[in-house]
């Protein structure tokens, strides 16, 4: 299996980067998944070219294949102004739409105190469910103060465990496919209404209207009480 990491992280060292790598061992060892990374920070120009050419340069091009191949994603991107960085959500707006449809994706992100936590859940998730992604339950948010703390190992134990088990999972699923002839559904029978009667031609008076002739309302009563 294939799992990529694509990491928003724009400085080296880059703790976005360093989340990415501890998901993604996490992750190798319970699934034995090649691992490649994707360092946005070097496909900037030429996600900026994408938008404005409508094509993607080699090494863009390059990354957007591994992604839509990849059978699990890890995602991690700074916080920022209490969203996901502009480079990160530039990467996604150039990918083929249908790329993650289905596809496991484990989201993370970084910031610099425990009050962007949430970040994952208002701005992240809704992304990759639109994208109709399956996104892992468990989200890894790292602040500053939560590296070599307790919590974070552990966060990011569940996470990579999930996102292995739906890997795991969505692989055997493709191995275990068979094509079964579906028995075509039995016809139901569709109630036929019964005819209603008329008053009898001599009886019926005719109104002319909005080009129509129509029987009165009050004839069509009359009809159905002398039954």
Sequence with gaps: MKLVVVSAGLSVPSSTRLLGD??????????SAD??????????VEIAHNFTTGFPGPALGAALEAVASADGL?????????????????????LDPEALAGKPVLIGATGGS??????????LRPLFAYLRAVVVP??????????????LVERISRAAGELAGLMSGLAAGRGAVT??????????????????????????ELVRG????????????????SE
């Design 22 to 31: 501890r998901l993604a061992n996490a992750t190798a060892e319970r699934t």
């Design 138 to 151: 468990t989200g890894v948010y790292a602040a500053s103060e939560d590296w070599g703390a307790e919590g």
């Design 114 to 123: 425990a009050r962007h936590s949430l970040v994952l859940e208002h701005a």
């Design 210 to 225: 909005g080009g129509f002739e129509v029987v009165p309302f009050e004839q069509q009563l009359a009809a159905l009480r």
């Design 179 to 204: 094509v079964s002839a579906t028995p075509a559904p039995e016809s139901v029978p569709v109630p036929v209404p019964a005819p209603v009667s008329l008053p009898a031609q001599g009886a019926v």
């Design 35 to 44: 691992v490649q990374v994707v360092e946005l920070r070097d496909l900037a």
């Design 74 to 94: 890890i995602v991690v991107t700074p916080v920022f102004s209490a969203s996901y960085s502009g480079l990160f959500k530039s990467f996604f707006d150039v």
